[in-house]
């Protein structure tokens, strides 16, 4: 499915939520998250708006920054490559004001992210289905695994990957663009990806669609 892309980013002024933060003792980002998906008629299909608070220095760092604004973005349905594209525009954004001379003795600054999804008519007759959960019983019933222990149920091409990690080479969960280490719980798909366990379950609250290939999973 193909969908057109739009968000902006801005530093808000709320002296509210800043008066809500005032006790935390540490400089920190408000980050809020206002999404919209749309037809290719501009009619509203889903929207919400979330928001979490992080340190500056953990979001400004390379370890835990991406980490973040991926895991904002993940029930979005966005794809991973726009994913990869928005969390350097965000993260760079955030470096800039965080050193503007205005915000230098702020304890809080509150950061926006607007963004808005556009189904294109190639695939607005799949629109309005993207954002149907998978059904409990399908969550409940994957293939889940620890890394390093039982991986035969695994699909060849993700075992071979899995065995090279031992030779450095890594391998990434989709969702979260984190590097799947030994020991973490996977799970694998009836398509053959395989994610995380804790972000492929997160997914599937909001989406049937694999996040790589949109194969429909049970509702």
């Known amino acids: 499915m193909a969908s057109n892309y739009c968000f902006k980013i801005k530093q808000e002024q709320d002296s509210t939520l800043e008066q809500l933060c005032s006790w935390i003792p540490h ?12 037809s290719p008629q501009g009619t509203t299909l ?6 979490l608070i992080c340190r500056r220095d953990w979001f400004l760092s390379q370890e835990y920054g991406p980490k973040v604004v991926s895991l904002m973005l993940a029930n979005t349905g966005a794809s991973p490559d726009f ?4 969390i350097d525009d965000i993260l760079s954004f955030a470096w800039e004001i965080n050193t503007d001379p205005f915000n230098l003795r702020r304890q809080t600054i509150t950061l926006l ?10 695939d607005g007759s799949l629109a309005a289905l993207n954002f149907k959960p998978a059904s409990r019983s399908f969550v409940q019933s994957l293939k889940r695994v620890k890394l390093g222990e039982d991986e035969a149920f695994l699909p060849l091409k993700k075992r071979g990957r899995i065995e090279g990690l031992s030779s450095r080479k890594q391998w990434e969960c989709s969702i979260c663009l984190d ?7 996977v799970a694998s798909m009836p398509c053959g990806h395989v994610y995380h366990s804790h ?11 694999c996040p790589l290939c949109r194969h429909q999973m049970p509702c």
């Open 199 to 209: 972000c492929i379950v997160r997914w599937l609250e909001t989406s049937h669609l």
């Open 27 to 38: 400089h920190v980002f408000i980050i809020g998250l206002a999404f919209q998906y749309v």
């Open 113 to 122: 992210v607007e963004l808005l999804v556009q189904a294109t008519d190639d």
């Open 46 to 51: 889903e929207s919400f708006h979330r928001s």
């Open 83 to 86: 994913h990869r594209t928005a």
């Open 179 to 185: 590097e799947v280490l030994e020991g973490e719980e």
